[in-house]
């Protein structure tokens, strides 16, 4: 495996620039320019780390594949708003998602249910939410990812929780081994 090391450091300018690009191509506000350029940096900041440890455990990991769903949402979001829907950006665990502290496999904690409830009374129903899927936060508000599947379970869990009828799309041809 090839990494993009300048400097001594780790480069993310190639994952930097396809999202810049997209912001740019949408002309998305400066804001959620500077939520998603916050967040490349924490990244790239995360890898350095990695870097210099030469060790990745599985709860950096999780942190770590966490990045391009948060951004992604953000953009969804702002992009979403900008063509009249009005939108909002969420980390899972801002609308309850809660899970135990299995790194990488991670199980929904009872708790969720209720806390979904409450968070989504708190929203105004006229916004779409945009939530980032597969990932949460254990007890101790480390982000953990939900395994295989994940990204279903956490909308599964917050239509269940609100009372929604849910279907789950997939557009792959054949089947992930």
Not at 16 to 38: A, K
Not at 77 to 83: E, G, M, S, V
Not at 100 to 119: C, H, I, Q, T
């Amino acid at each position: 495996m090839s990494y993009a090391i300048e400097d001594g450091r780790v480069c993310i300018d190639a994952i930097r620039t396809l999202h810049l690009d997209t912001m740019d191509e949408f002309q998305i506000s400066d804001n959620t320019r500077q939520e998603v350029t916050d967040l490349l940096t924490e990244l790239e900041n995360m890898l350095n780390g990695v870097r210099l440890l030469q060790e990745l455990s599985p709860k950096s990991l999780d942190q770590l594949v966490s990045y391009g769903e948060r951004c992604s949402v953000r953009i969804m979001a702002a992009r979403l708003t900008q063509i009249g829907v009005p939108a909002q950006a969420f980390d899972a665990w801002e609308v309850g998602i809660m899970t135990d502290s299995e790194f990488g496999d991670a199980k929904l904690l009872p708790e969720s249910d209720g806390l979904v409830r409450r968070a989504f009374d708190g929203l105004n129903p006229n916004v779409v939410a945009v939530v980032t899927g597969f990932i949460g936060h254990d007890p101790n508000g480390k982000i953990t990812t939900l395994g295989r599947g994940g990204s279903d379970l956490t909308a599964t869990q917050i239509g269940a929780s609100l009372g929604c009828e849910i279907q789950c799309w997939k557009d792959v041809d054949g089947i992930l081994r």
